[in-house]
């Protein structure tokens, strides 16, 4: 990451309360991350979460800006 710059960030995501959930991580149009057999719902229900966890950087603020934010059912809905 470069401060200051933007990316196009999508993510895909099979939700399952067991392991056969998947997600795909997608940046600027390549898929950088994916994984299959996953549990991706819990029982907080299905509200996307994201941030900078556990980075192990003390005394860094860590920013997280969103724009222009779309849910859809494939990807050719948010593009």
């Known amino acids: ?8 960030l999508e993510l895909g995501i099979t939700t ?10 997608w940046m600027d149009g390549t898929k950088i991350a994916g994984k299959t057999g996953v549990r991706t719902w819990d029982d907080m ?6 941030g900078t966890y556990g980075t192990g950087i003390n005394g860094v603020n860590s920013h997280v800006w969103i724009d222009d934010l779309k ?4 990807r050719a809905d948010v593009d």
């Open 1 to 8: 990451w470069t401060a200051g710059s933007w990316h196009k």
């Open 16 to 25: 399952r309360s067991d392991n056969t959930g998947s997600f795909e991580v």
């Open 45 to 50: 229900g299905n509200n996307p979460r994201w």
């Open 71 to 74: 849910l859809g059912q494939s």
